[in-house]
């Protein structure tokens, strides 16, 4: 079983940054690919990115590429997502969330088994 909590949205002015944390429980977080999804009002929950159980493997959704940086600190059972250059369209709940490595990145939701309660990114104009 594993828990998680994300931590650091907030209500930020286009072009400004924000660095999400989700912080995991469990002695075996490292065995996880982990992911970040978000959900706008009246929208599917959509893939942001993922990272592999090292770190050493990355996937993003074109529309953060360049801008969004996800990464891990498995001694402090911990991933973020660093978000630049911050769009009004990035406005969204997001989520962070845990699946089993499988030798492979996923960004489908199905493929992600535990995740967070979600923390609001607001950007405005």
């Known amino acids: 079983q594993v828990q998680l909590v994300e931590s650091g949205g907030g209500l930020v002015q286009a072009g400004a940054s924000l660095r999400l944390s989700c912080a995991a429980s469990g002695r075996t977080f490292s065995s996880y690919a982990m992911g970040w999804f978000r959900q706008a009002p009246g929208k599917e929950r959509e893939f942001v990115a993922a990272?592999?159980?090292?770190?050493?493997?990355?996937q993003y959704t074109d529309s953060v590429k360049g801008r969004f940086t996800i990464s891990r600190d498995n001694a402090a059972n911990t991933v973020y997502l660093q978000m630049n250059s911050l769009k009004l369209e990035d406005t969204a709940v997001y989520y962070c969330?845990?699946?089993?490595?499988?030798?492979?990145?996923?960004?489908?939701?199905?493929?992600?088994?535990?995740w967070g309660q979600g923390t609001q990114v607001t950007v405005s104009s």
């Open positions: 990272i592999s159980w090292s770190g050493g493997n990355t």
């Open positions: 969330a845990a699946g089993w490595w499988t030798g492979a990145l996923r960004v489908g939701a199905s493929s992600y088994i535990y």
